[in-house]
């Protein structure tokens, strides 16, 4: 079975250029979840949607970060413009929503902002 | 959620078992208790989880408390892939809930 894919694996811009993350879920999974780790704050929670709704966007560090979800498998992280402290791996996780089911991950983007 | 206390690093001979703790005394009743780990530049991933009862799977056994306030992971015969770091994490019950992670314990599986 495939799992999470993500793209690009990594990504190399320049600062103030706009940035834009890309995850498929499990197929009948109705949950989504971005993720970014740095090695100062670790793995941290940005944003989750259920059933292609934002939950809990409290984890987006600013107005220069937004997710969508179009459809069940689909959805992207949008910075513009980036900045060099938006250096970081991203991750994106699925899940099927109301099951105790664990939430799986993809292999994240290595996204670098010169 | 409840709170997570778990070493900041440990160390495993190859082919030893390999006893990760991970004490969580906050755990309300309807909280799950879910271990993943990362290999380095890799995303998290699931290893076991728990109510109270102890479970195993092709990975590892997980050990609970009976009073729910702490839990062992067990990877029975460490190699050096199981080098990693292990995060516990309790979450509630039902899905679309987030996982907070903490710092988690760096496992070192040497010769």
């Known amino acids: 079975d495939a799992g999470v894919i993500q793209s690009p694996r990594h990504e190399v811009t320049e600062m103030g250029q706009e940035v834009t993350l890309r995850c498929k879920p499990i197929s009948g999974h109705n949950s989504l979840f971005w993720y970014r780790q740095t090695m100062m704050r670790g793995l941290e929670l940005l944003i989750y949607?259920?059933?292609?709704?934002?939950?809990?966007d409290s984890g987006m560090p600013e107005d220069r970060f937004s997710a969508k979800m179009p459809n069940a498998s689909f959805s992207t992280l949008k910075i513009q413009p980036s900045e060099p402290r938006d250096s970081a791996v991203y991750f994106c996780?699925?899940?099927?929503?109301?099951?105790?089911?664990?939430?799986?991950f993809g292999d994240g983007t290595r996204l670098s902002i010169l | 959620d409840a709170k997570t206390t778990q070493p900041t690093s440990m160390d495993c001979a190859e082919g030893r078992a390999a006893n990760l703790p991970c004490n969580h005394s906050t755990i309300s009743g309807n909280e799950y208790v879910y271990w993943y780990r990362q290999i380095h530049s890799q995303g998290p991933q699931y290893i076991i989880h728990g109510l109270k009862n102890n479970e195993t799977n092709e990975m590892a056994s997980l050990i609970i408390t009976e009073d729910r306030k702490s839990s062992t992971l067990i990877l029975p015969h460490a190699t050096l892939r199981d080098t990693a770091v292990y995060y516990c994490?309790?979450?509630?019950?039902?899905?679309?809930?987030?996982?907070?992670f903490g710092t988690g314990t760096q496992l070192k599986v040497e010769l």
């Open positions: 996780a699925s899940a099927v929503f109301g099951s105790n089911q664990p939430q799986h």
């Open positions: 949607f259920n059933n292609n709704v934002p939950i809990d």
């Open positions: 994490i309790v979450r509630p019950t039902g899905g679309g809930n987030k996982l907070t």
